[in-house]
């Protein structure tokens, strides 16, 4: 008897074939119109310091997590000592400059790991420092009027330009950009009740990046703060609110990245 899981695995497998099938017989008829990203430009910059930035801050969280646990473990004398330092900073830096000697106690071995880990946490922490400073500046000169927007920050508008690519104006409509983006309405009607439901397709770090945008807005932007008392009154829940908006951010984004008179800024 097959596993249940395994039938699903396979269909999916199959699935990803037949598509992949298709968009080659695609290219190969000349039906398919889409231009392909380019890989020379400020969007192909951001990109690769944002997939370095991202593992920097996985790696800093990983040595933050394995720190403290250290620390919970550690001799009694020392983890007594290292409590009576307060704050985040001033305490790595305090382990950074341990001088544990020779290894010939339990103590010296946990001062050498505990070290180890605070000074890979600091040089992270500065690479990570660096990758901002240059993300920022790359993105303030494809995207500054996008930038200065309530609630999208530099990270926001690098995932944007990396999903958009070199070309803005290969993507023709801002639904192209919102169904890139996962957020396009799907239709979840039933019966005589007429409603969308989420979308769980597109490029879920963007879509992440828009939720965050909706979620600020919604708490400190006036105008996001009427409708969504206006949307709430008309008896849509806080996920259907989220996606209308997400929906509206897209528009500005792309009205910003992907018209005419703004993609020459944007390359």
Not at 74 to 92: H, V
Not at 154 to 181: F, N, Q, W, Y
Request: hydrophobic share 40%; net charge positive.
């Amino acid at each position: 008897m097959t596993r249940p899981h395994r039938q699903l695995r396979y269909s999916h497998g199959k699935s990803d074939s037949l598509d992949a099938e298709g968009a080659a017989r695609s290219v190969l008829s000349g039906q398919a119109t889409a231009k392909p990203k380019t890989h020379a430009g400020s969007s192909e910059m951001i990109r690769h310091l944002k997939i370095a930035r991202d593992t920097a801050v996985k790696c800093r969280s990983q040595a933050m997590v394995t720190l403290k646990t250290l620390i919970i473990n550690a001799p009694t004398e020392l983890r007594d000592s290292l409590d009576q330092i307060k704050g985040k900073i001033i305490l790595i830096r305090h382990i950074a400059a341990f001088r544990p000697g020779e290894i010939t106690s339990t103590l010296a071995s946990a001062k050498v790991a505990l070290r180890a880990l605070a000074r890979r946490w600091l040089a992270l922490h500065d690479e990570i420092q660096t990758h901002d400073k240059e993300l920022e500046r790359l993105a303030a000169a494809c995207a500054p009027v996008l930038m200065a927007s309530h609630g999208i920050s530099t990270m926001t508008v690098a995932e944007m330009l990396i999903l958009v690519g070199d070309d803005p104006t290969r993507i023709r409509s801002e639904s192209a950009l919102a169904k890139l983006c996962g957020v396009c309405p799907i239709p979840a009607s039933s019966g005589k009740t007429n409603r969308f439901r989420l979308n769980r397709g597109g490029n879920r770090q963007a879509n992440a990046a828009l939720y965050r945008v909706a979620i600020i807005r919604m708490r400190s932007h006036e105008p996001t703060l009427a409708y969504v008392k206006k949307r709430t009154n008309d008896g849509k829940s806080k996920s259907e609110i989220i996606r209308c908006l997400k929906r509206y951010i897209v528009r500005e984004i792309f009205k910003h990245l992907c018209t005419p008179q703004n993609a020459e800024i944007a390359t």
